[in-house]
T-cell receptor, first 114, second 115 residues
Framework: AQSVTQPDIHITVSEGASLELRCNYS??????LFWYVQSPGQGLQLLLK??????LVQGIKGFEAEFKRSQSSFNLRKPSVHWSDAAEYFC????????????FGTGTQLKVEL | DTGVSQDPRHKITKRGQNVTFRCDPI?????LYWYRQTLGQGPEFLTY????????KSRLLSDRFSAERPKGSFSTLEIQRTEQGDSAMYLC?????????????FGNGTRLTVT
């Protein structure tokens, strides 16, 4: 079965600093990969997705992610973090033929220091 | 696009009571999903519908849980004889299309507290 690991439970960065959130997946074939963001008490908002093609994908709010098959990773990056980026970030994988069900990681809580 | 709507936002109930949640997906979306999220965890898949057909149920969905989507539009999730372990955020999502790569659009969830 597929799985997603987000090794960092909490990350704190200073506003204006760069950010990288790690995500590793386990799945035999090429997965469909997603990053979602969740603010307190809210649902999840899609930041970006990878299906095929260019391994560097651009998303909303200045985020990007790079798919690395050799490392089974899909890390999320942002060159300069804003205070409003403080939230919880979830990496997810959908499997082919799986009805587009998502398997989520446990999330990374991002704190931004001013 | 009015987004996915869930009602109520919060529900407090006593153990043993039944509760029902409603989800209104984005109007043209044919797929509807229910997820459960407990504190400090990512959402876990419960069940999904394609139009009115319930195509898959997770083993997390015990026989106390039932979901319906009678006309292929809104959906309800009912929990009978609630237990304290049912306390969680229940998220609904919808998507458009037949494939496996249509992004899911999530509602703001219903937070259930069982006392």
């Amino acid at each position: 079965a597929q799985s997603v690991t987000q090794p960092d439970i909490h990350i704190t960065v200073s506003e204006g600093a760069s950010l990288e959130l790690r995500c590793n997946y386990s799945y035999g074939a090429t997965p469909y990969l997603f990053w979602y963001v969740q603010s307190p008490g809210q649902g999840l908002q899609l930041l970006l997705k990878y299906f095929s093609g260019d391994t560097l994908v651009q998303g909303i709010k200045g985020f990007e992610a790079e798919f690395k098959r050799s490392q089974s990773s899909f890390n999320l990056r942002k060159p300069s973090v804003h205070w409003s980026d403080a939230a919880e970030y979830f990496c997810a994988v959908a499997t082919t033929g799986g009805g587009n069900k998502l398997t989520f990681g446990t999330g990374t809580q991002l704190k931004v220091e001013l | 696009d009015t987004g996915v709507s869930q009602d109520p936002r919060h529900k407090i109930t006593k153990r043993g009571q039944n509760v029902t949640f409603r989800c209104d997906p984005i109007s043209e979306h044919n797929r509807l999903y229910w997820y459960r999220q407990t504190l400090g965890q990512g959402p876990e898949f419960l069940t999904y519908f394609q139009n009115e057909a319930q195509l898959e149920k997770s083993r997390l969905l015990s026989d106390r849980f039932s979901a319906e989507r009678p006309k292929g539009s809104f959906s309800t999730l009912e929990i009978q004889r609630t237990e304290q372990g049912d306390s969680a955020m229940y998220l609904c999502a919808s998507s458009l299309g037949q494939g496996d790569n249509s992004p899911l659009h999530f509602g703001n969830g219903t937070r259930l507290t069982v006392t």
